[in-house]
Nanobody, 125 residues
Framework: QVQLVESGGGLVQAGGSLRLSCAASGRTVSTYGMGWFRQHPGKERGFVASISWNGDSTYYAESVKGRFTISRDNAKNTVYLQMNSLKPEDTAVYYC??????????????????WGQGTQVTVSS
């Protein structure tokens, strides 16, 4: 079993930055890909970014490409999402997830078997 705990969410003005963290416990996730998803109010959860087990490969949704950066520190069993140039439309609950696979290019929820509880990100205009 893997427990994932997100942190770093909050309220920020448009154009600002936030860094989300996702700490894993219970079992190492260092041999698995990791992903970030988000859920806008009233909408289904959607893919944001993913990273391979060793960090060599990353993949992003078009809406965040060039603004968000996913990274990981396997020694700390932690994954990060650096979010820059934030926009009001980035307002959502952000979830991290551990993949069933080692690669990065998995954008569907079914590829992930462990999920965090989510952290709220609110971007004001």
């Amino acid at each position: 079993q893997v427990q994932l705990v997100e942190s770093g969410g909050g309220l920020v003005q448009a154009g600002g930055s936030l860094r989300l963290s996702c700490a894993a416990s219970g079992r190492t996730v260092s041999t698995y890909g990791m992903g970030w998803f988000r859920q806008h109010p009233g909408k289904e959860r959607g893919f944001v970014a993913s990273i391979s087990w060793n960090g060599d490969s990353t993949y992003y949704a078009e809406s965040v490409k060039g603004r968000f950066t996913i990274s990981r520190d396997n020694a700390k069993n932690t994954v990060y999402l650096q979010m820059n140039s934030l926009k009001p439309e980035d307002t959502a609950v952000y979830y991290c997830a551990s993949s069933r696979y080692s690669g990065a290019r998995y954008i569907y929820e079914s590829a992930y078997n462990y999920w965090g509880q989510g952290t709220q990100v609110t971007v004001s205009s």
